[in-house]
């Protein structure tokens, strides 16, 4: 008898201690999905505020609108499956503006660049100068499907899948800056590689192709030259370049040190004709 009461009393203890894990396993999960939620909301609002103050800067546009915009080409939607051209709403309602002869292009050199328009922005300007480049910059967006959410990590990378949202913003971005270069036109290429004209750079693909004649006077390269250069203004890819270009686009190239444009850099007192 005791026995028979002794089995019944380990039967409830293990009921319960069954019961109790069962809990516990239930709060866990609850307190996992909140956390993540809560996560979720914390990258969307984060990312929502960088791209808010990051616009606001320019004071140009109506940001919020611009935001819900920018939101629409890639929300609710599979994040390989979003094409250049669903950026065309964005660009159209912050459209880049005629720099003639302060139109610079880059490819490879993005910190010497940036180093040097960020403090002579007199000389020169950049995709990444503009409200939607500034803004964008650097970031890493996308949507997934049945979601009105934008989301800041899993999302593909650059290489991933091709109509990806961050590709293909920069893919449209870079098409429609092309697009309004006037007067003469600068770019600089990477000295320290292989293929300073690499044909499958954004560069190469999509701005020079979009180089017009009617607005485009001359292209000038600089090969930016540093300890490590192995390449300058006679490499190969640089003849592919000239082929490349609309007719009746002059073209010129100079090698430049590094330190050079530091130099002109860090003094405005050195005019931008002069920098090389």
């Known amino acids: 008898m005791e026995h028979e009461q002794s089995r019944r009393l380990g039967k409830r203890r293990r009921k319960r201690c069954v019961i109790l894990i069962v809990i516990v396993v239930i709060i866990v999960i609850v307190i996992i999905a909140v956390v993540l939620g809560l996560t979720l909301r914390q990258n969307k609002s984060e990312f929502e505020s960088t791209f808010l103050s990051g616009c606001e800067k320019f004071n140009q546009y109506d940001c919020k609108k611009l935001w819900g915009v920018f939101q629409q080409a890639y929300v609710d939607k599979d994040p390989c499956k979003v094409p250049v051209e669903a950026y065309d709403p964005l660009i159209a309602a912050a459209p880049f503006k005629p720099q003639c002869n302060k139109t610079m292009f880059w490819s490879k050199t993005k910190d010497v660049v940036h180093g040097f328009t960020e403090k002579r922005k007199d000389c020169f300007v950049t995709l990444e100068d503009t409200l939607l480049g500034s803004v964008l910059d650097g970031l890493t967006w996308c949507g997934k499907e049945g979601s009105n959410d934008t989301f800041t990590s899993g999302c593909p990378g ?9 590709r293909s913003f920069w893919i449209c971005a870079s098409a429609a800056f092309a697009d309004v270069a006037c007067g003469d036109v600068t ?25 017009n004649a009617s607005r485009v006077k001359k292209l000038n390269v600089v090969v930016v030259i540093q300890k490590n250069n192995i390449s300058n203004c006679n490499h190969s890819s640089l003849k ?8 009746g686009i002059t073209y010129g190239c100079k090698d430049v040190s590094e330190s050079r444009i530091q130099e002109c850099g860090a ?3 050195i005019a931008c004709g002069a920098c090389w």
């Open 267 to 269: 003094k405005p007192e």
């Open 158 to 166: 650059w290489s991933e899948c091709e109509n990806n949202p961050v």
């Open 240 to 247: 592919n370049l000239t082929q490349a270009l609309d007719t």
């Open 187 to 211: 770019a600089m290429l990477n000295g320290s590689i292989n293929t300073p004209f690499n044909p499958t750079s954004i560069f190469a693909s999509v701005e020079v192709p979009r180089f």
